[in-house]
């Protein structure tokens, strides 16, 4: 895009993909106009962002945004390295009067015209996405693929899913209407009316350190798309991922004749807390957070003149009675449990299997039986350490290497956590899961089974039947919140009591997965990932609801 580029020309470059968007959001089929692929952007596209990576290590990552006071930034890799880069510090009462001046500008601009600008940061954003991808490995500790592809393409997908979601709401009311109503005998009443879609305000993107653009894209560009000019406030030890997206916005902005101020950047000093600062001003009148259930409560409590989104704390189930295909089950789930060393939302934490055993295709198989040949699965998948490493990654930070070491003394250890060495970053700490057997009868497991531990931590919690695995999930999702919840079951009776119980708690199921599609993985345009009904979220990433309270309609009526 030039600096000459008109309104028009970008509606006319993007219009086709937002189609796109809107036709994969209303059927739910597979879309996505992001390679996975790493070998698709270009013969020379890994070296030259590993190189763009590296040039950034050191510097000063000036945004030339208003009201910076201090320059601040203490990123250090999961895999050792420091990355030495300062970030601008902000003057709040400078920043945000400022970013609220450009709103006007932005609001005039329309929905189709947001849409359209919002799909070329999205684009400049995935042609660097090897850059990105670097910057996210060595924030959150996800290896280099999971780094690539969740970090890079699939957080871009969900951004864009949040830019169709945001233009359909917006557009569902006519921008004009002629109003007639007749009088009889006498001339009828005429009104000319018009519908604006106006912004709430500044909206506020508290980031997270484990997925920092796939977690912060949909809220990032639900309110950018919808009028309100967007403060992005990242996780202290994942501000880069967030800083790059900030400088393409702003760059795409400026370039497109719109102030660059609707996108910014605030990074705290240690120990700030301006994430509490920022969410109690006047000027900030939407939230979008993911993080720790204390402070997504404290934000839902006082951040009163915000629209708040919250993605929080879940304990994630999967209810085992029955399998067709046994060694498909088991690979599976070792594979979700695997996964970025269980550092994610959606990563299952309590397997709920009858202490008399399941019916398999293999033949009967006890609850010691399953569990032992669980582990078993977990230590093939990971019994080599190149794809150890390739599929765990790094541990985020010592609070997670802790929970390890303190799940172990729960109950019997049936899987004990090993350590990995990794060659290439040799101060990087990664750790495979640990399965630890628990009774669903005792008392005193309940502390542990009923909170969530993040990371590598499985209970496998032995009940006395299934109608008693189905009692415990419900329980678990009303009282703890849940992202996701599984089941294996060949019993169509066993089916519909789980899938009664998630439809009722309002919580995600997945039913028999033992092939390449695994619980903790959702599909931007055709999956919802979490429901808005359960304590682990307020929201869905996307839905109608996840835009529509981001702006209001404002009418006007003129006598036609």
Not at 28 to 42: D, F, L, N, T, V
Request: with cysteine.
């Amino acid at each position: 895009m030039t600096a000459e580029m008109t309104a028009a020309q970008l509606v006319e470059k993007h219009r086709p993909t937002l189609d796109k968007a809107l036709d994969a959001i209303r059927t739910r089929a597979y879309w996505s106009p992001h390679p996975e692929h790493p070998k698709a952007y270009g013969e020379t596209a890994p070296q030259d962002g590993l190189a763009a990576f590296e040039a950034l290590r050191g510097t000063r990552f000036a945004l030339d945004q208003p009201g910076t006071d201090d320059w601040v930034g203490e990123e250090v890799s999961p895999y050792g390295p420091e990355l030495g880069i300062t970030y601008p510090h902000p003057d709040v009462s400078v920043l945000l009067p400022a970013m609220r001046a450009a709103l006007p500008v932005w609001r005039e601009a329309g929905p189709e015209v947001r849409a359209a600008v919002c799909l070329e940061i999205l684009a400049r954003i995935s042609a660097r996405t090897h850059e990105f991808a670097q910057a996210v490995m060595h924030t959150s500790g996800q290896a280099f693929m999971m780094a690539f592809q969740a970090g890079g393409p699939h957080a871009q997908d969900r951004g864009l899913e949040a830019v169709a979601y945001a233009y359909e709401e917006q557009t569902r009311t006519p921008r004009q209407a002629a109003w007639t109503k007749p009088q009889g005998k006498r001339d009828p009443l005429e009104l000319a009316k018009t519908f604006t879609p106006v912004p709430r305000g500044v909206a506020l993107v508290i980031g997270c350190n484990t997925f920092p653009t796939w977690n912060g894209y949909p809220g990032l560009f639900a309110s950018l798309a919808t009028g309100n000019p967007v403060l992005v406030k990242p996780h202290p030890r994942a501000v880069l991922p967030l800083a790059l997206t900030v400088q393409v916005a702003r760059e795409v902005l400026a370039e497109a004749g719109f102030p660059a101020d609707l996108v910014c950047l605030a990074v705290d000093r240690p120990g700030e807390g301006l994430a509490k600062t920022l969410a109690l001003r006047p000027e900030v009148r939407i939230i979008d957070y993911t993080g720790s259930t204390a402070f997504g409560d404290w934000l839902e409590e006082h951040a009163r003149q915000a629209q708040v989104y919250t993605e929080k704390a879940g304990v994630n189930t999967v209810v085992i009675e029955s399998t067709g295909d046994y060694k498909g089950m088991l690979a599976n789930l070792a594979f979700s449990l695997s996964l970025y060393s269980g550092q994610m939302c959606t990563t299952p934490q309590n397997l709920l299997i009858p202490r008399g055993g399941i019916a398999t295709d293999a033949g009967p198989k006890s609850y010691d039986e399953v569990v032992s040949d669980l582990a078993g699965a977990v230590s093939g998948l990971l019994g080599d350490d190149a794809r150890a490493n390739a599929l765990l990654g790094a541990i985020v930070n010592p609070q997670v290497a802790a929970r390890i070491e303190e799940a172990a003394g729960f109950g019997e250890v049936a899987l004990a956590s090993r350590e990995v060495k990794n060659p290439e970053f040799p101060e990087a700490t990664v750790r495979t899961p640990v399965i630890v057997k628990l009774d669903g009868s005792d008392p005193e497991a309940e502390a542990a089974y009923l909170s969530e531990c993040f990371g590598p931590v499985a209970f496998a919690v032995a009940v006395d039947a299934v109608a008693d695995a189905v009692a415990l999930l419900r329980r678990t999702v009303r009282e703890k919140g849940a992202m996701t919840v599984g089941a294996y079951t060949t019993s169509p009776e066993v089916e519909r009591l789980v899938e009664d119980a998630c439809l009722e708690e309002c919580a995600q199921l997945s039913l028999n997965l033992t092939g390449g599609v695994y619980v903790n993985q959702t599909a931007a345009f055709s999956d919802f990932h979490g429901s808005g009904g359960n304590p682990a979220a307020n929201a869905v990433l996307c839905d109608g609801a996840f835009v529509a309270n981001r702006f209001r309609t404002v009418e006007v009526r003129r006598e036609g």
